[in-house]
């Protein structure tokens, strides 16, 4: 092999040289496998126009959120529902209005069967008309139960009419306002988040289809082109085939 | 590989550029870890070719060869950044090529599929851009002999395929060979004679051949 590649040394090919001219065998075999490298020679590939680009720059830094962008919008969408749903969840937020004026609850104050009596056909109602209020109400009352048994001391936040400690009530607003202003600003970072997943989306939507026209025009124009070739192709053939016949004949 | 790609994106494009062989690959490949991503392009106008041949000679398709270029510069951007430099850029190409070959042929689990096998259309045979000195009937005989060969070659182990196609139409030596197969060099010799002998055997069968007809033995 290395002599028919020419990769040995000098000597080592005036030594085989020297060998081939006593051994016909292997002089004989020499010439033949010379000869298939002349054919293999004929194999070429298709002719093609490739011109590949890299046409855009890699991400200079991952932000926080730059695994959500592999993730489908409604995807997106689902998973911020979920974790607004189970943040609220396991902060144990419960707000009724009721007779009592409006309540919030925050923490685990009640077990999970200690609820009155009166939730059960209202939880019944809600969960025939929305089936998935039923099931995060069930979620709840599970995550409850099992972390009620370590939860601290329950706190319970009453902003009602009828307060009895002006003080207390005082913090207790302060608290309130604290859970909404955080629960805004959750809401905000969501909904900018979404804005510029979706903005991203359609951009890169746009910058694909662009590229797909271009490359149908230069597709077509590649065909029309080829015609005019193909056609004189045709006509050189008929002509080779007309020299041939006629040289039969 | 198209449209949702978060990060780089090869593309086919058309331009007037022409590689420029005064800068070296190392060069090249060094500006391109800098972040010049038209230093990586001009890689790409480099190899795109060599490549794109290797694949078609591996697998037998134009689609699945380019898509494989593709695939193999794509990955090759993504990695360069852990190119060390031990091997040339043209073998770490290489080798990229032949195991993104590998994939396609093990996912198909197929041999190589041959093009224009039967019934050829003689039409199909001239080249746009064939030698005005090339007679139409060395066209003829000469895309019947490329269509023998390839058939022949499609007969191969994948592994006496790639060391013939490596040495016969990429020039690599039998120990680059060695590296990009993961075996010694004695055995990519034996892997050439093999395919060799097979191919011989094939085209002899098929009555080919006008260049060593008469210097074969019968």
């Known amino acids: ?249 | 590989m198209r449209g949702g790609h978060a990060g780089p994106l090869v593309r086919q494009e058309t331009h007037g550029d022409r590689v420029d062989m005064t800068v070296t690959d190392e060069e090249l490949v060094a500006r391109s870890i800098a972040g010049d991503t038209d230093s990586f392009n001009q890689l790409i106008l480099r190899w795109e070719g060599p490549m794109y041949a290797l694949a078609y000679r591996q697998l037998g398709r134009e689609d699945d060869a380019r898509d494989v270029v593709q695939d193999a510069f794509l990955r090759a951007f993504r990695a360069l950044p852990g190119f060390k430099g031990e091997a040339k850029f043209s073998s770490w190409l290489y080798r990229i090529t032949l195991n993104l070959c590998r994939d396609v042929m093990r996912r198909a689990k197929r041999a190589p599929f041959v093009q224009t096998p039967e019934g050829v259309d003689i039409a199909d045979l001239v080249p746009s851009d064939a030698p005005a000195a090339e007679s139409m009937e060395d066209v003829v005989a000469r895309k019947d002999l490329s269509r023998h060969v390839a058939r022949a070659m499609s007969l191969l182990p994948e592994e006496q395929r790639s060391a013939i196609i490596l040495k016969e139409y990429h020039g690599l030596t039998f120990q680059e060979i060695a590296e990009l197969q993961g075996c010694p060099l004695s055995t990519v010799k034996t892997r050439l004679y093999q395919g060799l002998t097979v191919v011989r055997r094939e085209l002899d069968r098929q009555g080919r051949g006008p260049a060593g007809a008469e210097s074969r033995t019968p």
């Open chain 1, 1 to 249: 092999m290395s002599y028919l590649y020419e990769e040995g040394t000098a000597a080592e090919r005036l030594a085989f040289e020297a060998h081939l001219r006593q051994c016909e065998r292997c002089a004989a075999e020499a010439a033949s496998l010379r000869a298939v490298r002349v054919d293999m020679a004929a194999w070429t590939p298709p002719e093609t126009v490739l011109d590949f680009r890299i046409v855009r720059e890699p991400a200079q830094a991952t932000s926080r959120w730059g695994w959500m962008s592999t993730m489908p919008a409604w995807a997106q969408l689902a998973a911020a529902s979920l974790v607004i749903g189970v943040a609220a969840g396991l902060s144990g937020l419960d707000v009724q209005y009721g007779s009592d004026g409006l309540i919030v609850r925050t923490g685990w104050s009640r077990p999970a069967g200690a609820r009155p009596a009166g939730d059960a056909p209202a939880a019944a109602a809600a969960g025939a008309d929305h089936p998935w209020r039923a099931e995060m109400a069930a979620l709840r009352e599970q995550l409850l139960g099992e972390i009620n048994q370590a939860a601290s001391a329950p706190q319970a936040v009453r902003v009602s009419a009828g307060a009895a400690d002006g003080g207390e009530a005082s913090v207790d607003d302060e608290f309130l306002a604290r859970v909404k202003q955080l629960i805004e600003a959750s809401e905000a970072r969501t909904q900018r988040e979404m804005a510029l997943r979706l903005t991203e989306m359609v951009r890169d939507m746009d910058t694909q289809r662009r590229a797909d026209m271009r490359r149908v025009a230069d597709g077509l124009g590649v065909l029309e082109g080829r015609t005019g070739a193909v056609t004189a192709q045709q006509r050189e053939v008929m002509n080779y085939l007309m020299r041939v016949s006629q040289r039969q004949q």
